[in-house]
């Protein structure tokens, strides 16, 4: 089969480059030879084994019968949706990596797809090189999902594990940033929306519905302290950056957002850049996912998965997304959970006497505390907005 | 499809129930409904739904040309063996949950699906209710699988983790048998076969070569102590039992042996009952699966997934293994690693003089020390015959 390639930056090098490289294992795997007939990018590639491949224009793509897959690597929500849709609607399998276009117009693009019978697969978009939507959609299709609680960010895990071990946030970013795992504008990550990306696409998987940004809480990591690392170290867990799906009473649960969670869960153990997502299924009980949540190679491997899947004509059909309303979806501070949270001994003796923490424990002039199931807005509303103050929920 | 279940034990009657009770939900994910159409039992199932599906004699189900694939759910190498030829070569799919057969036979099967169009498959044979061997034929079949280590006991790990707490290793397994882990006679468990069993199946699914038995080192996890845990948490590691394949140099190295994993390895973090496989692979470096590695209804998740895989149409083939030689095994004691040992004080001083350990630390009579990288034969023949020390490889 004849492919496009869309973007070549790291992933869309990544993934020719093991084409290129891979020739006979890929055939073998396809049952038929790739061949990357075109590569869309705005400059040109002087001396790549690709220079003659490459076109500045979609239509070129869009218009050739022979093209049967486009790979969207671009990144971005303009122009990935418009390409994306025009491929579908020319009947070509389209795989994505990019988590914003999926997790903002999914919906539109599972119908394409469906009304044109073609493909759309995203496994590179959440987890990188983990074999993570393709578990799901196909060896977990005989049972229900009811919860998902991810680290799906490798950048902030990589920084709060610094934070673990004493680092302040700043540092811990500068750090992050010379090793080349965080940006120069580093808020796509720490504020969180790339998690609230992702667990929106893993929601998607799960309920059928994609739910718009702004029903997926997100909370930034910024304000995470090695003091309340430690805090929580002594209540018997950390603080991680979670992502987080669960449906019950036909509402949906999502957030993106600094969470305790216990030592006693795998996720506690999933450190530095490394990416875990746990699943709660109704058959197989937990099941979690680890690996590489970033990287040229893993993410391109996750690509080539997609590729083959749909070119050997084994993938299953992703479920057609509606898009979820307010109705679905459970407000942040509804929720009933157990919280952990810091405070400055001085505002803690006020709290004291309205709560009944049932593990108090303090570090110098702070106290961390774990305080009984209560609904979020109701934990937030007790401790006040002093600054000082932090409430995590507890998964 | 018409199918037939072989063996209404647990798992079976699991497999029974699920279908008996998401008729269209299974219909949807396989494209056509599921309907059990035959039982094979020794006994009768009166008051039972599928009371009057119950039959004897094998042949009825491989002559039954209605019947398009057999769920072989009862364990034991015969008549499972003959059984799974006689329906594979009558062209019916076989799915199976049966570690001991596909260990033991699966070139035969592999060989003969392939021979007659049809699928073998087995995802429910390693790791219960974990996907694992359909993530690894079908998402991973661009890259090369470099490395395995799994958690893929249960029972030991329950076992392991209760030792680590301090019981020892008789309370331990009495406890587990108490629950349920354990069966009355635990030799298959503790005595490493069945992980033998399970990293043979990996392996073959990796390297195209199933090693017979003799060619994978079992060894026992009856003689871990809670001194070696204490001396091991103290080496910054605990002892797990590791099944262990890994491919260099053109040669397997194959084992399923008590092993010290480092708490930096997301596999010291896998505790009770749970399991946890590890992979190393080209593209995307290392990823875990984790989950429930046994219990009805998590076993019976992995054999729905692959009844939908292959009523559906989206199954890939299995590659077809070939019978490993003695020239495809690296001997287990040629392997160089570091290795982790336990003894008493008063054997370790005549050892000291002839070993630079690079870590020692003590718990009363007794020392734990980290050897720098040598050949297996020789850590042992260093440490010599006493019943009271103990080697472990270190993964």
């Given amino acids: 089969m004849k492919i496009a390639i869309l973007g070549m930056g790291n992933i869309g090098g990544g993934v020719a480059d093991v084409i290129l490289g891979n020739k006979s294992a890929i055939a073998s795997a396809c049952g038929e ?12 590639f002087p001396g790549h084994p690709l220079e003659d491949k490459i076109v500045h224009d979609i239509s070129v793509i869009v218009s050739d019968p022979e093209v ?43 119908a394409a797809a469906a009304e044109n019978g073609v493909h759309y697969l995203f496994e590179a978009s959440v987890g990188g090189g983990i074999p993570l939507i393709r578990p799901i959609t196909d060896c977990l299709s005989s049972e229900e999902i009811i919860g998902i609680d991810g680290i799906v960010n490798g950048t902030t895990n990589y920084i709060l594990t610094k934070i673990e071990g004493g680092t302040d946030f700043d540092s811990a970013l500068s750090e992050a940033q010379r090793l080349g795992y965080a940006e120069r504008d580093p808020s796509a990550d720490v504020d969180a929306a790339d998690a609230q990306r992702k667990i929106t696409i893993l929601s998607a998987l799960a309920s059928g519905k ?32 979670i992502a987080h799906a669960s449906f019950e009473g036909g509402k949906a649960d999502l957030f993106a957002a600094p969470s305790f969670v216990p030592f006693s869960s795998p996720l506690a153990h999933v450190s530095g850049v490394y990416n875990g997502v ?50 679905d979806v459970l407000p942040f501070g509804e929720h009933v959970c157990r919280h952990f949270i810091t405070a400055p001994k001085s505002s803690w ?13 303090s570090d110098g002039d702070t106290v961390g505390a774990i305080l009984p199931p209560c609904r979020h807005g109701d934990a937030v509303s007790l401790v006040g907005t002093d600054e000082q103050i932090s409430v995590y929920r507890i998964i």
């Fill in 278 to 327: 746990l699943l709660r299924c109704s058959l197989s009980g937990e099941l979690m996912f680890y690996g590489s949540g970033a990287g040229k190679y893993p993410t391109s491997g996750s690509v080539m998965s997609d590729i083959i899947a749909a070119v050997s004509g084994k993938a299953r059909r992703c479920r057609r997304f509606t898009r979820a309303s307010e109705d």
């Fill in 68 to 110: 049967g897959l486009v790979a969207e690597l671009m990144g971005g929500s303009h122009p990935a949706r418009e390409f994306t849709l025009a491929c579908l609607n020319a009947k070509k399998h389209v795989v994505s990596s990019n988590k914003e276009v999926v997790s903002l117009f999914g919906d539109e693009f599972t």
């Fill in 33 to 44: 030879e790739i061949e990357i007939k075109y590569v869309l990018d705005l400059r040109e």
């Fill in 349 to 361: 003796e006020a709290l004291g006497e309205r709560v009944a923490p049932e593990v108090l424990v």
């Fill in 210 to 241: 994609l739910a718009p940004p702004e029903l997926v809480r997100a909370e930034t990591v910024r304000t995470v302290t090695p003091k309340a690392l430690s805090l929580a170290a002594k209540c018997g867990g950390t603080v991680k950056l």
